[in-house]
């Protein structure tokens, strides 16, 4: 009998794995390992939000199934959101939906849109669901080269972005049906603007394309301008969806929460699907994450603060060594191309190499996608007198090895 089910032998090895099997060997022979390689939010939840979930929990009314849609009041929260944030109307009943976090969603709607065969295109290197999700869905990828320098003008990356889009149009067989966006990238931390976002909806409306939008990352910025949302563009709706979530911008990874909104029909295809995978999240998160996002916000100022904080050290110290990195303008990540006397080695064994030589995890670029080869991830996830540690352990390790 074959071992290999149809749907695992179209997912390649986990490149990850290679790290993290060292990182535990690691830890388990003593060493004290500094990990940047998850983006895994190291801050607690703020307490206001813990407490109205405590308050949900003892309520035994709670304690029954809830709806795979998401309660009414967190529906017209994410909908109160997007009209204070980003200027935009969204109805709660019929161009929302809670998920149960960002991923969920998109792994979800893939399922529900794509047929065997369908391309779908995406950025590369990306985060891997935006891939893997319609590949398991029987979907065929075309990847938008997406990585490269982060130093580079936005108007010059929205012209390759461009150039490679029409390309892919205009060789892909059967027409694709949809592409996904991520803007800030994980995990290039890449950003973009109003203009860009309109161009790729003119785009897509012309070819009939759908546009999945990634924006689990938008309040994780440090400059004065926020990143936008698709769905500021008119008539993006006609063809977008967008996902986001609280992991991040409240510190709950791992109460999985996330939602979509845009498109009626594609949110009534998640629905549909949602309708019988899961009955949704636990009623007493859905009444905290309505808590999070309709309470005060100075939190997610300090969460933005921490990081931007995290960020600088790790920048400052990288460059310091001698390690030339540029500085992202949102999310949790720095997109570090490999040192130049190493950038032969690719970014795997490098990432390997750094864990043996300086205790210190990172996420190799490859595993995002080839287009990430020649970079690292790291997340910051570390507080700042272990980034400083961690420095001194680079430090060390680069002097050693010239």
Same mark, same amino acid.
């Given at each position: 009998?074959?071992?290999?089910?149809?749907?695992?032998?179209?997912?390649?090895?986990?490149?990850?794995?290679?790290?993290?099997?060292?990182?535990?060997?690691?830890?388990?022979?003593? @060493?004290?390992?500094?990990?940047?390689?998850? =983006?895994?939010?190291?801050?607690?939840?703020?307490?206001? !939000?813990?407490?109205?979930?405590?308050?949900?929990? /003892?309520?035994? /009314?709670?304690?029954?199934?809830?709806?795979?849609?998401?309660?009414?009041?967190?529906?017209?929260?994410?909908?109160?959101?997007?009209? +204070? +944030?980003?200027?935009?109307?969204?109805?709660?009943?019929?161009?929302a939906i809670v998920t149960l $976090?960002?991923?969920? $969603?998109?792994?979800?709607?893939?399922?529900?849109?794509?047929?065997?065969?369908?391309?779908?295109?995406?950025?590369?290197?990306?985060?891997? !669901?935006?891939?893997?999700?319609?590949?398991?869905?029987?979907?065929?990828?075309?990847?938008?080269?997406?990585?490269?320098?982060?130093?580079?003008?936005?108007?010059?990356?929205?012209?390759?972005?461009?150039?490679?889009?029409?390309?892919?149009?205009?060789?892909?067989?059967?027409?694709?049906?949809?592409?996904?966006?991520?803007?800030?990238?994980?995990?290039? @931390?890449?950003?973009?603007?109003?203009?860009?976002?309109?161009?790729?909806?003119?785009?897509?409306?012309?070819?009939?394309?759908?546009?999945?939008?990634?924006?689990?990352?938008?309040?994780?910025?440090?400059?004065?301008?926020?990143?936008?949302? !698709?769905?500021?563009?008119?008539?993006? /709706?006609?063809?977008?969806?967008?996902?986001?979530?609280?992991?991040?911008?409240?510190?709950?990874?791992?109460?999985?929460?996330?939602?979509? #909104?845009?498109?009626?029909?594609?949110?009534?295809?998640?629905?549909?699907?949602?309708?019988?995978?899961?009955?949704?999240?636990?009623?007493?998160?859905?009444?905290?994450?309505?808590? #999070?996002?309709? =309470?005060?916000q100075d939190c997610v100022d300090?969460?933005?603060?921490?990081?931007?904080? /995290?960020?600088?050290?790790?920048?400052?110290?990288?460059?310091? #060594? =001698?390690?030339?990195?540029?500085?992202?303008?949102?999310?949790?990540?720095?997109?570090?191309?490999?040192?130049? +006397?190493?950038?032969?080695?690719?970014?795997?064994?490098? @990432?390997?190499?750094?864990?043996?030589?300086?205790?210190? #995890?990172?996420?190799?670029?490859?595993?995002? =996608?080839?287009?990430?080869?020649?970079?690292?991830?790291?997340?910051?996830?570390?507080?700042?007198?272990?980034?400083?540690?961690?420095? +001194?352990?680079?430090?060390?390790?680069?002097?050693?090895?010239?």
């Open positions: 009998m074959n071992d290999q089910f149809h749907r695992i032998r179209r997912l390649p090895p986990y490149v990850f794995a290679e790290v993290n099997a060292a990182k535990a060997q690691l830890r388990q022979d003593g @060493a004290d390992v500094i990990d940047f390689g998850m =983006g895994n939010p190291d801050s607690p939840t703020p307490q206001h !939000i813990v407490d109205k979930m405590v308050e949900a929990v /003892r309520d035994p /009314r709670t304690h029954r199934y809830s709806t795979s849609r998401g309660i009414p009041g967190l529906r017209k929260a994410l909908s109160a959101y997007y009209e +204070r +944030r980003f200027n935009v109307a969204i109805d709660p009943e019929s161009e $976090g960002s991923k969920e $969603g998109l792994a979800n709607l893939a399922q529900a849109i794509t047929s065997p065969g369908d391309v779908v295109l995406v950025p590369n290197p990306c985060y891997p !669901i935006h891939s893997f999700g319609f590949i398991i869905a029987g979907g065929a990828i075309r990847s938008l080269p997406a990585g490269g320098e982060m130093d580079q003008p936005l108007s010059v990356f929205r012209q390759n972005f461009m150039d490679a889009l029409s390309r892919a149009v205009a060789h892909s067989i059967p027409k694709p049906l949809a592409v996904v966006l991520n803007f800030p990238q994980n995990p290039t @931390a890449q950003c973009v603007d109003l203009d860009f976002y309109e161009e790729v909806v003119d785009f897509c409306k012309y070819h009939d394309i759908y546009i999945l939008s990634d924006i689990a990352y938008s309040e994780i910025y440090f400059g004065d301008v926020p990143p936008p949302s !698709i769905l500021q563009i008119p008539h993006a /709706r006609d063809i977008a969806v967008e996902f986001t979530s609280l992991s991040k911008t409240y510190s709950m990874p791992g109460w999985r929460i996330g939602f979509a #909104a845009g498109n009626k029909k594609l949110i009534a295809a998640l629905a549909r699907i949602k309708s019988y995978v899961d009955y949704g999240a636990f009623t007493p998160i859905q009444v905290a994450a309505t808590a #999070a996002m309709n =309470g005060p300090q969460v933005r603060a921490l990081y931007k904080e /995290r960020r600088d050290v790790l920048v400052e110290g990288l460059n310091k #060594a =001698g390690w030339k990195v540029p500085s992202p303008e949102a999310t949790m990540f720095v997109w570090a191309p490999l040192p130049e +006397r190493f950038s032969n080695m690719g970014s795997l064994e490098f @990432a390997k190499l750094l864990l043996e030589k300086a205790d210190v #995890a990172v996420a190799p670029g490859v595993g995002f =996608g080839e287009y990430g080869e020649g970079y690292l991830r790291f997340g910051l996830v570390e507080n700042t007198q272990r980034i400083r540690q961690a420095l +001194r352990n680079i430090r060390g390790f680069l002097a050693a090895d010239e």
